[in-house]
């Protein structure tokens, strides 16, 4: 009796584990069965809405009813950790950049989540930072304001959405490759703020990201775009040159944003995700609408390809981040 009742035990075990693996496959087969929520972790009506927003449009045709909800707080932290803490399903994505996925973790002690909280779906679209002055600033491009820096010290500023963004990063990246300028970080609540600052003359320079505004407003005369991050030039305004033709090889910084899911989330779940957003992203419509907010859509990203760039992201971020002493303890 003793060994028939150890031989039963032992049966139900393996019998168990079949159940559960089929389960598991008939969840991932049977993906989605329900809606999908995609978490922007800013306010609505910023940049992640004219990115997220378009997607979660294509996902009707694609995945099924898929919808948005915003949880903004704590530059993106707060959205964010609530994704990392949902169930590795399928039904909850998160809408992630390099500030979310990267800067926020590298500089803040106790974010809510980790940097490897998260799977990497595929990259949406990539974007500059432009490098923009006030007319008043004798410098046409690089070179000149570097010059006009060095000759002019402490009395330039430039302006950001704030400290630890990728803006300030990168502006502070600037000033050490260029030989350690001398110029004032003015950190704003957000773009908007700086941008119209720099309109009316009370700063130098803006670190921006390129958008439809910027250009209006360079067509107008009111400021002046010297240079992009990207290592080629914008397909949505080609005339402005980049950062590496202007004489520094080594300033090459694209922004992104992209889809993620909580770490243990079925890798066919991520597949069928990734899929239907390449489906998505290959529909001229929906390119030309993020092209003509000076985006540049992804139409060849995948799982792997996009985890390389936050990887990447993160190696060129953190040394940065330590010499300007944002890292966190």
């Known amino acids: 009796m003793p060994s028939l009742s150890r031989r039963r035990f032992v049966n139900a075990v393996a019998f168990a584990a079949i159940v559960t693996g089929f389960q598991r496959s008939g969840n991932a087969a049977g993906y989605p069965s329900r809606p999908i929520r995609l978490v922007i972790p800013y306010g609505a009506g910023g940049a992640g809405d004219e990115i997220g927003r378009p997607w979660v449009e294509k996902m009707s045709s694609q995945l099924g009813p898929t919808f948005v909800e915003n949880i903004g707080g704590a530059g993106g932290a707060i959205g964010t950790a609530a994704v990392a803490r949902d169930a590795p399903d399928g039904y909850s994505l998160l809408l992630g950049n390099g500030s979310t996925q990267v800067i926020v973790p590298l500089t803040t002690a106790n974010p809510g989540y980790s940097v490897g909280d998260f799977r990497a779906i595929y990259r949406l679209i990539s974007s500059a930072l432009v490098f923009a002055t006030h007319p008043s600033v004798p410098a046409t491009n ?120 909580p770490k243990r989330t079925d890798d066919a779940i991520i597949d069928r995700i990734a899929e239907a957003t390449r489906t998505a992203m290959a529909d001229p419509a929906l390119q030309a609408n993020y092209r003509a907010q000076g985006m540049e859509p992804d139409g060849d990203s995948s799982p792997d390809k996009f985890q390389r760039i936050v990887d990447a992201t993160s190696a060129s971020l953190a040394p940065v981040i330590k010499s300007i002493g944002l890292q966190s303890l």
């Open 142 to 261: 690089l070179k000149e304001l570097i010059a006009y820096a060095k000759v002019n010290p402490g009395t330039m500023s430039y302006g950001t959405p704030g400290i630890g963004t990728g803006n300030h990063l990168v502006g502070e990246l600037f000033k050490q490759q260029a030989g350690g300028l001398d110029i004032v970080h003015v950190p704003y609540r957000g773009i908007a703020q700086a941008t119209n600052d720099l309109v009316s003359g009370q700063i130098s320079l803006v670190v921006a990201v390129m958008s439809v505004q910027l250009l209006q407003l360079s067509r107008a005369g009111k400021i002046r775009l010297l240079a992009v991050t990207t290592e080629k030039r914008l397909s949505g305004a080609p005339d402005i040159p980049t950062a590496i033709e202007s004489g520094m090889p080594d300033l090459s910084y694209e922004g992104w944003f992209g889809l993620f899911a």
